[in-house]
């Protein structure tokens, strides 16, 4: 699909779900559709995610009001930063993306993570949108995050730990990373204890879609990490700026390493 049809492509795409308008906590938005990259995208793009059991229809969600980490509000809590300190966690990015998965299927007593989920995830991780983080503890993973990565939007799904505070520390290490590619949502879908100790928010509806819809507008004068990686499709003798029309449908080109608490580049795919 040529760059300047993939902004028309989805906004057809996102037409078929229905308005986001009523409070829809504790109800599907939808049922239907399928779990292919460009449906999960174009869900995504409008704050709908894909929850269900095995054997169900997809069911397409969009709770209001929505749990975030905004990461400018963002802090590790006092007693799990000295945990932190004390052990010699390693993080790392992508590295095993389908165990980080698959292990937050398996500490779960019931879970949505259907093999068609697994798949349609590892699928998105390939195709470079979907990411995970790893903590590593003696040579062994200790624990992980995964979610989608979205313009300046990140939506997390899933976490797990098999050491205490693992999960945390890759939580840690992930709003890092967002920090520096200018991230400016994390979208963490549904209220949870262990997200409000780290400043997560509520925001109504409105506030919630409004934010996002900012973080997924093109802003080629930027010099965040994803505009900076994109910068050769800028449009030129009155053409059409590709990068307007394929923003933000754009995956993650850099891979990080994590060193001495922070991240560094480390190449492209």
């Not at 492509?9 to 939808?30: I, K, N, R």
């Not at 400043?199 to 802003?219: I, K, N, T, W």
């Not at 754009?250 to 994590?258: F, M």
Request: charged share 25%.
């Amino acid at each position: 699909m040529s760059l300047m049809r993939v902004r028309r492509y989805m906004e057809m795409l996102q037409s078929g779900f229905p308005a986001c308008s009523q409070e829809c906590d504790d109800v599907p938005l939808c049922k239907g559709g399928d779990l292919s990259i460009p449906m999960l995208l174009a869900a995504y793009g409008k704050g709908i995610f894909p929850w269900f059991n095995e054997g169900d229809p997809v069911l397409w969600w969009s709770p209001a009001p929505r749990c975030v980490l905004l990461p400018e509000l963002y802090h590790l809590p006092k007693r799990a930063a000295r945990y932190l300190k004390k052990t010699p966690f390693t993080f790392t990015m992508d590295l095993c993306f389908r165990r980080v998965i698959e292990n937050c299927a398996r500490t779960r007593s019931m879970t949505w993570i259907t093999d068609d989920v697994l798949s349609a995830y590892c699928d998105l991780h390939d195709a470079g949108f979907a990411h995970s983080i790893e903590a590593w503890l003696n040579g062994k993973l200790a624990g992980g995050l995964y979610g989608v990565a979205l313009g300046r939007a990140f939506f997390g799904e899933s976490m797990f730990h098999l050491v205490p505070e693992a999960s945390r520390g890759s939580l840690n290490a992930l709003v890092g990373l967002l920090r520096l590619r200018g991230v400016t949502i994390l979208d963490c879908q549904q209220r949870t204890q262990h997200i409000m100790d780290q400043g997560g928010v509520m925001l109504q509806r409105e506030e919630f879609e409004s934010r996002l819809d900012d973080a997924l507008e093109p802003r080629p004068d930027s010099d965040d990490a994803l505009t900076m990686e994109y910068m050769f499709l800028g449009g030129r003798d009155g053409v059409a700026d590709p990068l307007d029309d394929a923003w933000p449908y754009l995956p993650w080109r850099t891979h990080y390493h994590y060193t001495a608490g922070h991240w560094e580049p480390d190449g492209t795919r």
